[in-house]
């Protein structure tokens, strides 16, 4: 009986057990069942909205094939998660509301920037504000009006909101933002918002960018705004903002944007370093007092700074040239007084630079020259005492055309003591084509009897040692040499002007020279004989009474106590009274008193060989023969300083701004402000000199001046002068010659001349360009000598073996390298 009993037992438990794991299968099979046709039962009311929402009716109505309608993305089951229909062929306007969002369960990114929608936000967001999974939300550029909606607090999901450009959406932003805790991006730019941020936005702990410009918000920048650690880009630019730039700002050290222009903020500028990734300050067009700091120069990041018509007093600081990746700087309309300072030169990315409408004063620093980007300047309105550095009109100008030229011109307007702004500034000077060889001679070695000279004719009575010794304290290499004719000086102040070190001298030419005249010439030096602004001073025309011409460079008053002008100054006399050669302008006489600087030189009547290039009608009068010349005689020049010297000068400066030509065409090398004696016995390390674009590559990274650094800038110029502008596209294809493959000779020739119709002029035309070409490049040891191009250019040339037509720049370029050794230049 218990067996029984027991059996069947165990028969109805298994039983049971069968029957509800029937039950219970079939219950799974109805629910699995159940999913799967509410999937499709959702799918179908996705493809059902899109399809009645009449957006893509112009385009197709086959719901089969929606996720592959332009706008629209799907996940991997079918599922619409992105809907962006692109404004320019789907515009949704009126039919916004036909469309059911509430059928997209999977909804994540919705842009509907630019698409005519008209209502107000409550509307839109009554429509999509169910959509709790929505991240992405753009309804920029609408006709949206009225308030921000609330609602739009209850997308808790959004990392991006960007109602921008709708115009007339006013009001505040709601307390429920600060619901939106995973918003990164808020873009509210354009609209009409006039209160700024409520207190619960400070939770936003997510947002890094942050858009508010051109609205009309009023009040101050609350300091909470430090709360948004996150916040890289901070634009509330052109609102109605008043009181200070809050200090929490500064601390927000993850800000690479602040734009704050256009609004009435007061303050000073403090505590920036922080800022260690900020690349834009723009402050512009507010009410910012005080200097500009020193720690300015902290912000190492910074691309663009601009704090323009502010209240800005002080002078701007030095360490502004710290600022090495800055692109753009305007500083314009404030009250900023004092010096540019040099180290601007530093800013080598500098590209936009306005400093006008301010009180800054003194010279316009030669610094500015290094500035190779530097493609607009504005220093108008400003009392700038010094001329504008010709290089900077010279270094940009070889990329930029003439109309740049006229541009410059009106930007340094307006400077009242800018004295040579009328001045054409590209003439520049030269000297007599007389050598005075045995003065120099006796200048050098029979000092002790014009010594006794001097001081007989003035009949005065000092111990000639003590001249002699304060001659020597003064630094200066040369001697005293007479003017013994019409010069009327006080000997006392003469004398004293000696021991001060200052020197006066003036080599007769046919004994017609003379202080006097000069002054006298030239009406104390009045802006009408000024013809053109140097790297330094001013350059004037003087017709003496003889009725030769000369022309005078003279240095500004506060140039000359500047240290680095002043050497410049000096070693150009040092090195001019060493050298002679006919391609070399020769120094006529100088003074040099702490109270007026100058040297005299011949007038060269033609300017200089980058002005006539960047002439059209007077480049048409270089022909190719004169050109040819040019080239050869300042390759004489170099091969004279470099070789025919007791010690190696190297010029360090070659340009087409330092070719000077006189009425015949003639070529001299001018400028030896920066020139050097090469020691043997020394590195011979160096600061960067030089014009850009001109100098050898291997300085950059050694600093070792050699005399090939010189060959390089003549490849340059020799290239310059055959292609008619600077080379620089030319240049840059050297690194990857196979690119010269397919560029012709003859293409690159200077487009102004017709091209050369006489054999032997092509064939000079491809010896120069050979030439130029094994100059140029980038390793100093393999470029020749200048002894070598010289000797070169007077052996006789082989005829061409090809038409010039057919010539290649690659073919050019390989002769170049095999010239070594050969003293004549390689059959192309
Ligand atoms: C779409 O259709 C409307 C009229 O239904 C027409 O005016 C419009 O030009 C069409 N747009 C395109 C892109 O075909
Ligand atoms: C799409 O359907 C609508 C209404 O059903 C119709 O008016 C329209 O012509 C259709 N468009 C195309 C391209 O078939
Ligand atoms: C979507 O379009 C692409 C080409 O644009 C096509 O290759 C693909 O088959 C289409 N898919 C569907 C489901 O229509
Ligand atoms: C606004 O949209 C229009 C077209 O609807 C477009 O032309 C314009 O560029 C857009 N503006 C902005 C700021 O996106
Ligand atoms: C928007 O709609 C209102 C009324 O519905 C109308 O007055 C207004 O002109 C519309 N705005 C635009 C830009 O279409
Ligand atoms: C959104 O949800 C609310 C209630 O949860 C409902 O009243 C409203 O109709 C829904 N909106 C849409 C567009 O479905
Ligand atoms: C949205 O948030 C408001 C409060 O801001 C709340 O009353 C409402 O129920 C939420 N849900 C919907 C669907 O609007
Ligand atoms: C708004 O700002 C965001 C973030 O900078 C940007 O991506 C978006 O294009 C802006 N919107 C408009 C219409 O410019
Ligand atoms: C800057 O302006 C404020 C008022 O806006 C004034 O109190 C303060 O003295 C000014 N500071 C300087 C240095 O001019
Ligand atoms: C420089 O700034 C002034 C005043 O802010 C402005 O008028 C001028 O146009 C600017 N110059 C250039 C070249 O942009
Ligand atoms: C000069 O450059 C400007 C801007 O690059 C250009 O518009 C103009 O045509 C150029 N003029 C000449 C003479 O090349
Ligand atoms: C400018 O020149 C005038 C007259 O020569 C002089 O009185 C004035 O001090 C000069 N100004 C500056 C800033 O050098």
Known sequence: MMNLNMSLTFTASVMVMLWSTTVLSSYVASQVAATTSATTLSLEREAKALLESGWWSNYSNDTLRRCNWTGISCNDAGSVTKIYPPSASIKVGDKFKNMDFSCFLNLAFLSLGGHELNGTTEDFVFNIGNLSTITHLDLSNNSLYGRLSPRLGNLTQLEFLDFSYNQYIAGSIPSEFGNLKNLAILNLTGNRLQKPFPSSFYLLTHLTHLHMSSNQLLGSIPLKL????????????????????????????????IDLSYNKLV??????NRLTKLEKLLLGFNRINGSIPSKI??????????????????SIPEEIGNLKALVSLDLSQNQLSGPIPPQIGNCFNLEELNLSNNNLQGLIPNQIRKLSLLDQVDLRNNDFSSVVPYNLYGTKYHYVNSSFYKKHDEVYGGNKNLTSYSCSPLKKNCNLPISLPITIFVAFFLFGCLLQLLLWRYKVKVNPTSVLQATKN??????????????????????QAIKNGDLFSIWNYDGK???EDIIAS???????????????????????????VVALKKLHHLEAEEPAVDKSFRNEIKFLTDVRHRNIVKLHGYCLHKRCMFLIYEYMERGSLFFMLSDDVQAVELDWTKRVNIIKSTANALSYLHFECTSIMVHRDISSNNILLNSDLEAFVSDFGTARIIDPDSSNETRLVGTYGYVAPELAYTMVVTEKCDVYSFGVLAL?????KHPAEILSL?????????????????????????????????????????????????????KHVSQMFLSCQRSLRNPLRTISLLQLVNCGMHMEGSYQAPQC
Not at 528 to 534: A, K, P, V
Not at 720 to 724: D, F
């Open 474 to 495: 003064g630094g200066c290499l040369f001697q005293l040499l007479l003017w013994r004719y019409k010069v009327k000086v006080n000997p006392t102040s003469l004398l």
């Open 734 to 786: 050297l690194s990857a010659p196979s690119s010269l493959q397919n560029i012709m000779l003859i293409d690159v020739l200077d487009p102004r001349l017709s091209p050369p119709t006489c054999q032997l002029v092509a064939q000079n035309i491809v010896h120069v360009a050979t030439i130029a070409f094994a100059c140029s490049q980038a390793d100093p040891n393999l470029r020749p000598t200048m």
């Open 267 to 272: 303050g000073q500028l403090t505590n920036l």
């Open 513 to 515: 020279i003379a202080y």
């Open 297 to 314: 120069g902290d912000l190492k990041t910074l691309l663009a700074l601009s704090i323009h018509s502010n209240f800005l007093e002080g």
């Open 522 to 548: 030239t009406d104390d030096f009045d802006i009408r004989y000024c013809i053109g602004t140097g790297g330094y001073g001013s350059v004037y025309r003087a017709q003496l009474p003889s009725g030769r």
């Open 720 to 724: 310059e002068t055959l292609v008619g």
């Open 226 to 257: 430090g709360n948004l650690k996150s916040l890289m880009t901070l634009d509330l630019s052109n609102n109605f903002l008043d009181g200070s730039i809050p200090s929490t700002l500064f601390q927000l050290s993850n800000l690479v944007t």
